[in-house]
């Protein structure tokens, strides 16, 4: 698992954020849209960023120990809403794209591959966020 990630604004601009994770300093905003000056990805961007990273990282992983003549992955991601029981409900669209010469057989366990990565496998069930505040 990865370390801790730290998240506090910059001062620098509405809604920007410094993202601290580990030796890696990134930004994080809201596209002018939102009331942001657009400045580094939303916070959406980076939970499907780690969704795409995560998926990709575990085919390569896999065809890697199978031995499988997979090229390249691609992982495309967009983010809309849609209607569950009449509620507005976020759906994250993941379309993988799988480059070698793959069969229809070694396709198929990628994509039940794919879904298996652990950061697919926390966003698909229900999990408890822990909140506290700091004086």
């Keep these: 698992m990865s370390g801790n990630v730290t998240v506090r604004e910059n001062g620098l601009g509405r809604y ?4 601290i994770a580990g030796q890696h300093h990134l930004l994080a ?10 400045a580094g990805p ?4 980076y939970v499907m960023a780690g969704l795409g990273a995560c998926t990709s990282i575990t085919l390569r992983m896999y065809a890697e ?3 499988l003549p ?8 967009s983010l809309h809403k ?4 009449g509620v507005a409900r976020n759906c994250i669209h993941r ?11 070694q396709r198929q ?3 039940e591959i794919a879904n298996k990565c652990p950061v697919h496998r926390a966003l698909a069930q229900s999990f408890l966020l822990d909140c506290a505040l700091n004086d």
């Design 82 to 85: 849609v209607d569950v029981d």
């Design 70 to 77: 997979l090229r390249e992955v691609k992982v495309e991601l």
């Design 109 to 111: 366990r990628m994509l």
């Design 16 to 19: 920007q954020q410094e993202v």
């Design 95 to 105: 379309q993988i794209t799988l480059d070698g010469e793959l069969s229809a057989e």
């Design 65 to 67: 120990r199978k031995g």
């Design 29 to 38: 905003g809201e596209p002018a849209e939102m009331g942001g000056d657009d």
């Design 42 to 45: 939303a916070p959406f961007d």
